[in-house]
């Protein structure tokens, strides 16, 4: 008599090419963020990427994962892999594995974000670093590392509480978590949509990133659903909404970087501070010290 579950049984004998195609993904998903993480150190400056876009990615990001992490069904997953041998078991969790990479790999562009962001050079004002006062500041890169950490923290604090206390409540939480992942995915690309298009560059910004990511997260949106199904739309129904929005904000990137008036030009020498063109002097202006900055009424030379 076969003592397995239904449930379970079926997770007893996954299909080969679903595993692979599972296992493909994740290390997709690695390499995905790997040409972003490489542009941010090797133009040790994250000028271009707006703080708001990785705010929302981030926290997005987290309420992904841990709706996941709480969906009834995952909580089955991993009661069946008592039951079932271990690569099944492992073939069953390669969707939590899969939203923790993209979860870490994103958290990676925040640190590196805030590590590399442009900071001023005056001892008297460390942290200011526009020259305008609708640019971003250092403490701006700070406040929103800040916000990502405490949703992080009071989200894994409500599903343990939930877990613990209220079992019955946690598919309604699951799904608001879920939901929260959609609207904020939805918004997470305006910001930057914004900031390409106000600096006519990309900046910081990975091109090969978004050309992996755009079509990847459409294939990986269609693993999940097959695994999770209909039930599980707010799992996967995220990575629809970003593709859709990234595709936009990728072919706006590959219009000013190949064909913008900013464009750079074969052969020209890389920049400073990773600005192209006359990107470069605006960037510098955000690093110069208030003191030092040139105005209408800096006298010509400095000696006068």
């Known amino acids: 008599m076969d003592p397995l579950t239904p449930y379970c049984r079926e997770l007893a004998s996954p299909g080969i090419i679903q595993t692979v195609l599972s296992i493909l993904i994740v ?12 542009r941010i150190i ?5 000028f271009g990427i707006s703080p708001y876009f990785i705010l929302l990615g981030v926290t997005s990001g987290t309420s992904a994962f841990t709706n996941i992490l709480v969906f009834p069904s995952t909580a089955q ?13 492992f073939a069953g969790l390669l969707g939590i594995l899969q939203m923790g990479m993209q979860w870490l790999c994103f958290f990676s562009i925040l640190l590196l974000f805030v590590i590399y962001f442009p900071r001023a050079t005056s001892p008297t004002d460390p942290v200011s670093t526009a020259s305008s006062s609708d640019g971003p500041t250092y403490r701006t890169a700070l406040v929103v590392t800040g916000i990502c950490l405490l949703h992080a923290l009071v989200t894994v604090a409500l599903s343990l509480a939930f877990e613990l206390r209220q079992p019955d409540a946690v598919p309604a939480w ?3 978590l879920g939901v929260l992942a959609a609207v904020l995915a939805s918004i997470q690309y305006f910001p930057q949509i914004y900031t390409t298009f106000r600096l006519r560059c990309v900046g910081s910004l990975s091109i090969p990133m978004m050309c992996i990511q755009t079509p990847g997260s459409l294939v ?10 209909w039930s599980g739309w707010s799992i996967w129904g995220v990575l629809v909404v970003t593709a ?7 072919m706006m990137a590959i219009y000013f970087e190949y064909f913008g008036p900013n464009k750079r030009e074969a052969g020209e020498p890389a920049v400073a501070n990773g600005a192209p063109n006359g990107l470069a002097d605006a960037e510098d202006a955000q690093q110069e010290p208030a003191h030092e900055r040139s105005t209408e009424e800096t006298p010509l030379l400095q000696s006068q």
Do not use: M
């Open 27 to 38: 290390f997709g998903i690695l390499f995905s963020y790997l040409p972003q993480h490489i």
């Open 42 to 46: 090797s133009r040790r400056s994250s």
């Open 174 to 176: 699951a799904n608001f």
């Open 220 to 229: 990986w949106a269609a693993s999940l659903a097959v695994r999770k199904g």
């Open 244 to 250: 859709c929005l990234q595709g936009t904000l990728l």
């Open 77 to 89: 997953d991993v009661a069946c892999c008592k039951e079932i041998s271990g690569f099944a078991c």
